[in-house]
């Protein structure tokens, strides 16, 4: 079948891309789901810092890529093999299948699924194939999604069938701001009530990360960007202290305000700066959690012996350390509860067709999430 989908060709591409254009909406051939696959018609999908990674060369991919993995959707045709979705079911998209066998999947930790790590970084399905072309031309599917288009075929591993009844641009943020942010806090992390908590970094997943540590319970927390207008919506969702870190003197100013530091920082950013914050103001025996995908040439650096003589740790975070079948319906349960108002992280909307300029909006700190609504 042919499909409107959003496609990148050239990664590094200089913004503002509303002028650039690094991504093109063409019409391209979408294969039919072969076994243990599945297409689904794309109901909503939101802008990432991951999608932004690719188009600025952060995390290089195969190209030419029809990029998008944030989104939610219908099922309309199911491959052989696929038993436990039929026509009709809504569907969230998660970007790291699980095969279920390997040994962080046997360990519970299918955020580390090795041939999913495989996949995606190849730009194919998780059975290593590829179906979507342009004339003779592969076009390679982003982490195994491909969400900005109207339809999609993926592995069944990549999909969380949910409850009806919720709108599909609020399901949409489950698929990874919601499943990052607050799986860092809850499961990474795993805070407790009382708790202290700092947020460094405020798009989608740092403000999805807040809501986790209010829902959890925590005493104080405290969220840090360089955005005034991020700091404000902070206040808004529960933070009781905000500083902005273009302050030379904010990490002494935390420390001297929450007496030494917080028991959590959490670095969202994925920018040394912020992570040097964040480890600045965790506190003796405190935990410095990242949920930021860097450059890969980038490196942070921080005293060694604080480690020992501090007793901090640090911890990556990827998924936020999620089981996707239990915990995006529990997030799901949450949110109906009106505990995790998630609903509140979406500051835009947009079409297909505007996808360049929304991705400016992105990467200006303009948003926290911009949402394309089919």
């Known amino acids: 079948m042919k499909v409107k989908s959003a496609v990148l060709r050239e ?20 294969d039919s789901p072969e076994r243990g696959e599945v297409l689904i018609q794309i109901k909503a999908a939101s802008l990432c810092h991951s999608d932004l990674s690719v ?16 989104a939610s959707g219908v099922v309309v045709e199911v491959g052989e093999g696929v038993m436990d979705l039929e026509p009709g079911d809504h569907v969230v998209c998660v970007f790291v299948p699980s095969c ?27 059975n290593g194939g590829i179906r979507l072309h342009n004339d003779n031309e592969k076009v390679y599917h982003h982490v195994g999604v491909s969400a ?11 999909l969380i069938k949910v409850k009806k009844g919720i709108p599909f641009e609020k399901l949409a943020l489950f698929g990874c701001a919601v499943i990052t942010g607050v799986g860092a806090v809850s499961n990474t992390a795993n805070i407790k009530l009382g708790n202290t908590v700092a947020i460094v970094g405020l798009g989608g997943i740092g403000l999805s990360a807040l809501l986790g540590a209010v829902t959890a319970g925590a005493s104080r927390i405290v969220a840090v960007d360089i955005n005034e207008a991020k700091l404000t919506q902070a206040k808004e969702l529960g933070a009781t202290d ?3 870190s273009t302050d030379p003197d904010v990490v002494e100013s935390i420390r001297e305000a929450t007496g030494g530091g917080l028991d959590f920082a959490f ?3 994925g920018v040394v700066p912020a992570m ?8 003796r025996g405190g935990t410095t959690v990242t949920t930021g995908l860097p450059h890969p040439e980038h490196h942070f650096s921080f005293p060694y012996v604080s480690l020992t003589a501090e007793e901090k740790s640090l911890k990556g975070s990827y998924i936020g350390s999620c089981v996707p079948e239990r915990d995006i319906p529990h997030f799901i349960n949450l949110f109906e509860q009106e505990r995790l108002p998630v609903d509140k992280l979406m500051t835009n909307f947009i079409s297909l067709e505007e996808i360049n300029e929304g991705f400016d909006t992105l990467a200006k700190g303009e948003a926290s999430r911009v949402v394309i609504k089919f």
């Open 11 to 30: 990664s590094g591409v200089k913004a503002p891309y509303a002028e650039s254009l690094p991504i093109k909406i063409e019409t391209i051939e979408l």
């Open 55 to 70: 188009i600025n060369g952060s995390r290089p991919r195969p190209l030419p890529m029809a990029l998008g993995h944030e």
């Open 100 to 126: 279920g066998h390997c040994l962080p999947c046997k360990e519970g930790r299918p955020a580390l699924c090795e041939p999913a790590a495989v996949s995606n970084t190849a730009g194919t399905l998780f």
């Open 148 to 158: 900005f288009s109207e339809y999609a075929v993926v592995s069944r591993n990549s």
């Open 242 to 244: 905000v500083y902005n």
């Open 267 to 269: 670095e969202t950013a």
């Open 276 to 283: 040097e914050v964040a480890y600045g103001i965790t506190k």
